[in-house]
């Protein structure tokens, strides 16, 4: 499993290198759907002690977060393999941890830096070793005074030498963490908190207004309460194309001769109030770091209905997959005959079939479950044809063989090609490779792997049998519109018959001749 740590500003930047790991077929972890509190930061330690390889996200933002520096930390401690991978603006690498690691520059990503980022995860993941007896001592959770003063404000009563310290606390906290966005944020809505309480004085009033008008505008200004929600368990949250509308800031009064009173305010918003949100796409949990269940008497959430996204007609149209007759034409046989398919349901691959390397099964087969997983296995349709019928098998007594899937991507969304151009990754990795497949535990077959053509809108790649060097299959994979075709025809002599199958496959997509 690889440990991804990153700061929570550059989340956006490293979606593309999120796709890439995925790509391996080892697990990904992130800590972005987990609650807050010591159960987060344990649930978080847990993970580094599992993880094969800690990846480091690195930038001025990862370099500056208490979180970021924690967990290396203690992955460094664990002995756990580092990759440091830069994916943002560094000042300098050799004042900090890592100055003795190597870092892989993946700010401007490329084909050929995919490539170096996968032979840099195998590297590091044969080097992991047992963690040390006994374990490293677990740092301590990060920014722990939020929870501890959230739980201070919590009280019915404060007196004024309370409520001076907590000042005090606040303004030394909020220049130490200034450069963590979500710290600053609970920071600055702990002050609103303090200022509003009905026993505040008038020299607390005084001071927390003070220190809110050298806060930056953008991090003071409501965004619907408090960063974390308190309650016992992470609660579900919409995630839209667009930005969710938020709630809005409490109106400033003209007649307040307060200048505070024009800075935009937390506003609460009850449990049984619906909050309007645009068509949801999906869910994850929103992120409960620093205030919890403490302070549940300060603030709370609205209750979000999350509905299932649903496709459009066109997007759920089922493509034409080419009949017998056609694969008998184009790979010059007679009685192709389809022997097993599966309309929006990716092949699975669990129990079925053991590739060694492992990362080269998706250079290999079309339509695997574990392929397609970041769209879902529901999006890919397939069909499978040999000329013999039987077990729907490349190899087997040198039959021809057809597999055509196509898969189907969110619509105007460019993930389809994006998809075809990271899936040249790991063909380039297996490219000079032999492959070892096993079936069922008992069937053996090696395949030697050819170079790959093309990156983009369009990857193809030949194999053929080791010992057989007659019998081979042609692999191409082709962005069509919104849709990925993906095609592997083998046989003996096999020249470019999958790229002619796939041209009718497109053909049949955009309603155009296929030459």
């Known amino acids: 499993m690889l440990f991804v740590s990153h700061a929570s500003q550059d989340r956006s930047a490293i979606e593309g290198l999120l796709f890439v790991l995925r790509r391996t077929r080892q697990g990904v972890w992130l800590d972005d759907e987990l609650g807050g509190g010591e159960a987060w930061w344990q649930a978080i330690l847990e993970k580094i002690r599992e993880c094969s390889v800690f990846v480091v996200a690195l930038s001025n933002n990862s370099l500056a977060s208490k979180p970021c520096r924690a967990e290396l930390r203690y992955a460094q401690a664990l002995r756990r393999p580092i990759l440091p991978l830069q994916i943002g603006p560094v000042d300098s690498v050799r004042v900090t941890p890592l100055a003795a690691t190597q870092v892989i520059d993946y700010r401007n990503p490329d084909p050929d830096t995919d490539i170096r980022l996968i032979a840099a995860l195998q590297k590091r993941t044969a080097q992991v070793a047992p963690l040390p007896s006994p374990l490293p001592e677990e740092p301590e959770v990060p920014f722990a005074y939020l929870m501890r003063l959230a739980t201070v404000l919590a009280s019915p009563e404060l007196g004024h030498h309370e409520q001076a310290g907590l000042v005090s606390e606040l303004r030394s906290k909020l ?8 710290a600053h944020r609970d920071i600055v809505r702990l002050l609103y908190l303090l200022r509003d309480r009905p026993d505040v004085t008038w020299r607390t009033r ?3 207004d003070a220190l809110l008008s050298t806060t930056d505008t953008n991090l003071a200004t409501a965004t619907g309460g408090l960063t974390t929600v308190p309650l016992r368990a992470p609660q579900p949250e919409v995630r839209s194309p667009s930005p969710p509308a938020r709630p809005t800031a409490v109106p400033p009064s003209r007649s307040d001769p307060q200048p505070s009173r024009e800075r935009a305010r937390p506003r609460a918003i009850e449990a049984t109030t619906p909050h309007p949100v645009a068509p949801p796409r999906r869910t994850r949990f929103l992120r409960n770091r620093w205030v919890y269940a403490s302070v549940a008497c300060l603030a709370v959430v609205g209750v979000v ?14 493509i034409a997959m080419l009949g017998d007759s056609e694969l008998d034409t184009i790979m010059g046989v007679s009685g192709m005959k389809t022997v ?39 999006q890919v349709s397939w069909r499978v044809a040999e000329d013999r019928g039987g077990i729907g098998r490349a190899g087997v007594d040198a039959n021809h063989f057809v597999d055509q899937d196509v898969a189907v991507f969110p619509a105007r969304t460019g993930r389809a090609l994006e998809f075809v151009r990271a899936s040249a990754i790991p063909w380039k990795v297996c490219a000079g490779q032999t492959v070892r497949v096993v079936y069922f535990g008992t069937d053996t077959y090696t395949w ?39 095609v592997k025809a083998c046989g003996d002599d096999v020249g470019d018959e999958a790229s002619r199958i796939a041209g009718r496959l497109a053909a049949s997509v955009t309603h155009t001749a296929p030459y």
Do not use: M, W
């Not at 209905?305 to 089922?318: F, G, L, N, P």
């Not at 250079?363 to 529901?378: F, M, N, S, V």
């Open 175 to 182: 220049d130490e963490d200034c450069r963590d966005p979500t």
């Open 206 to 208: 005084s001071d927390v």
């Open 305 to 318: 209905v999350v509905a299932a996204h649903s496709r459009s007609q066109h997007e759920e149209a089922e």
């Open 340 to 378: 097993e398919g599966g309309v929006r349901q990716a092949k699975v691959t669990k129990g079925v079939i053991e590739v060694t390397p492992p990362e080269c099964a998706s250079a290999l087969y079309p339509g695997l479950d574990q392929t397609y997983r970041d769209i879902g296995e529901h």
């Open 448 to 486: 030697k792997v050819n170079d790959v053509g093309g990156d983009g809108p369009e990857i193809i790649q030949s194999f053929s049998l080791d010992g057989n060097d007659r019998y081979g299959c042609q692999r191409v994979l082709r962005t069509v519109s919104d849709r990925v075709v993906d």
